[in-house]
């Protein structure tokens, strides 16, 4: 089984960077689809990253340019570094994961494993 922990949420100014991070337990981490969800007050969770085990990564056109999702296969973390940061991508941002082949994608119905999440709130 896999365990995620998220980390690194907070509260920052428009403009301003956050660096999330999701640690796993448990199982062969590097071999996972690692996906970054975020959830608004009363809107439906939205993909906003993925990345593969090769390290090819995805983004939602909401945040292309501004975010980056990495991978540290030694350490069993995902990043994911928010710069210039907006009120919209204020949220829960929860990491998920899942071990099927031949796609990653931001669905949030393809992941069966999810982390607490972790709040970050932009002003």
């Known amino acids: 089984d896999v365990q995620l922990v998220e980390s690194g949420g907070g509260s920052v100014q428009a403009g301003g960077s956050l660096r999330l991070s999701c640690g796993a337990s448990g199982s062969i981490y590097g071999d996972a689809c690692v996906g970054w969800l975020r959830q608004a007050p009363g809107k439906e969770r939205e993909g906003v990253a993925a990345?593969?085990?090769?390290?090819?990564?995805s983004y939602a056109d909401s945040v292309k340019g501004r975010f980056t999702v990495s991978r540290d296969n030694a350490n069993n973390t995902v990043n994911l570094m928010m710069n210039s940061l907006k009120p919209e991508d204020t949220g829960m941002y929860y990491c998920?994961?899942?071990?099927?082949?031949?796609?990653?994608?931001?669905?949030?119905?393809?992941?069966?494993?999810w982390g607490q999440g972790t709040q970050v709130t932009v002003s």
């Open positions: 990345i593969d085990s090769d390290g090819i990564a």
């Open positions: 998920a994961a899942h071990f099927t082949r031949g796609y990653c994608s931001r669905n949030r119905y393809d992941y069966n494993y």
